[in-house]
């Protein structure tokens, strides 16, 4: 059934693009933003505090990967409730299409926006953050897909729950953007309370940045095993809750 | 409906539909039927030769698309969005999905709902044009005119149960045997004479129209021989036929339901 796939995501993009707004909130205002801030802050990557230049060298990048991935994964959440509230969905299963091929589909879609609307931050913020001298951007582009697969993962769980289109995007923001916090990021883990350490310890995003943040630096691999174990954990969770859980009406 | 195209897991019973299981053999059943659903829609920006293309890749066999929206008369609207066709445009792109891969069996469910009269004439032609063409087309319908006029055999269904099932003028015989015969006229002995008639049942009527109800093959042409006969003059002579409308609210009862 290879050849719907293809002819699916291609349509998606497609019609995703004849959404101007929609490109523009997806690609051009994050891009526009990265660079905002570059322009203001730039200038303090030689001059500004220790503490800032490593932010801006290092949790700068990885911050905007994360949420970039996060505001994917709640368009998606967004999308798939919008077309099965709209019947879409269902007339699409009431053909050969298998179920997850349809799903897979608008994840191919939005990794594909994922990474382009990335791609053009990174070159567009070049000038301002990086010296791109130890980190690969290979490694850290797979560590982002599999961070994203993660991500996604949950994304589906609440997709799947959610009742109504209009309740899945706050919803969804609701319970994603709050793992930044607790994703090591801007807080270290081990200064939370106990219970918010445990809580981090399930969120995807933890081993998401702790992988980033690995790859920007150069790390091998080897050094972030536990990080991507953790990331297939609560992908093969949440793969497993939403393939029982998810509505198609 | 639902079970029986594979998308609904029954509560219990067993479904045979072209010899093959809707839930074990679904993906082989859907390759062999087309299926219009209730209230269902596509991608908003979709244009109406992508939904046909994309529906025509997922089959082993597929008509031409393009003759199939002319048949259809949406060659116009090739390029144009969902969003932007009317209900009856709409409902015509999803009969042509229906049709894109052969099917042996097309299941269409309340096609005409909310169309206006015209767009709702114009889709009953397509149904026929798709019957003339062998294929078995089962569909559900509120309208018992759409009933009658296009099918072969209708089953009432109330709450959920099959209260009788045949072809149209069967149930209405079955149902709804008697006949009336509506006339005027300002003859005083007339409804007299027509109570005296083996087939007629009741005359009502306030002395210059009148209702007659009988039963009975002969009942129309005994009425008519008695005016023949006493030389009754008749201003008007209408003969009223039970509709399935009729047998609808007899067998499954006048109080309004969900």
Not at chain 1, 84 to 109: M, S
Not at chain 2, 60 to 83: H, I, S
Not at chain 2, 244 to 249: A, G, H, Y
Request: aromatic share 8%.
């Amino acid at each position: 059934m290879l050849r719907g796939l293809w002819k699916l995501t291609w349509l998606e993009i497609k019609i995703f693009v004849r959404e101007p707004m929609g490109v523009v909130g997806t690609i051009g205002i994050p891009v526009l933003l990265f660079v905002l801030m570059g322009r203001i802050f730039g200038g303090q990557l030689q001059t500004g505090s220790p503490r800032l230049r490593s932010f801006m060298r290092l949790e700068m990048p990885v911050f905007a990967a994360v949420l970039i991935a996060l505001s994917a994964v709640l368009s998606l959440v967004t999308i798939v409730s919008i077309y099965r509230e709209g019947g879409i969905l269902k007339r699409l299963r009431a053909t050969p299409l298998r179920p997850h091929t349809i799903l897979a589909a608008h994840v191919i879609v939005k990794l594909l926006f994922t990474a382009l609307t990335l791609a053009a931050m990174f070159i567009a913020g070049r000038r301002y953050y990086l010296s791109i001298g130890d980190a690969s951007v290979f490694g850290f582009a797979i560590a982002l897909l599999v961070s994203t697969f993660s991500i996604l993962s949950i994304g589906f769980v609440i997709a799947s729950l959610v009742p109504t289109a209009r309740f899945a995007q706050p919803i969804g923001t609701l319970i994603l953007y709050p793992m930044i916090g607790l994703s090591g990021l801007f807080v270290q883990i081990d200064t939370l309370p106990t219970p918010l350490q445990i809580a981090s310890k399930v969120m995807p995003t933890t081993y998401a940045v702790s992988l980033l943040k690995g790859m920007w630096r150069g790390d091998p691999w080897s050094a972030h095993a536990v990080d991507i174990a953790g990331l297939l954990v609560v992908f093969g969770v949440c793969v497993a809750i939403s393939s029982r859980v998810f509505r198609w009406e | 409906m639902e079970c029986v195209e594979g998308l609904r897991r029954p509560d219990r019973g067993t479904i045979s539909v072209l010899g093959l299981d809707p839930i074990r053999d679904v993906y082989e059943l859907q390759r062999r039927i087309g299926v219009q659903l209730q209230a269902a829609q596509l991608q908003k920006r979709i244009k109406v030769w992508e939904a046909v293309d994309l529906w025509a890749s997922l089959y082993r066999t597929a008509v031409n698309g393009d003759r199939l929206l002319e048949q259809l008369g949406l060659a116009d609207k090739r390029n144009g969005w969902f969003m932007t066709l009317s209900g009856g445009q709409k409902q015509r792109l999803f009969i042509a999905l229906a049709l894109i891969n052969d099917p042996e069996i097309v299941f269409l469910d309340e096609l005409t709902t909310g169309l206006d009269p015209q767009a709702r004439r114009a889709i009953w032609d397509l149904v026929r044009g798709i019957r003339e063409r062998g294929k078995t087309v089962f569909l559900t319908t509120h309208l018992m005119e759409e009933a009658e006029r296009l099918c072969d055999r209708v089953a009432i269904i109330d709450h959920g149960r099959i209260v009788d099932i045949g072809a149209p003028d069967a149930l209405v015989s079955r149902h709804c045997p008697e006949r009336s015969i509506v006339l005027a006229t300002a003859d005083a002995g007339a409804a007299a004479r027509f109570r005296r008639l083996s087939s007629v049942e009741t005359v009502a009527g306030d002395g210059f129209e009148f209702t007659i109800t009988g039963h009975g093959d002969d009942f129309i042409r005994q009425v008519m021989q008695c005016l023949l006969d006493n030389q009754i003059t008749v201003t008007d002579f209408r003969i009223v036929l039970p509709t399935l409308e009729d047998v609808f609210l007899k067998v499954t009862g006048h109080s309004i339901r969900d």
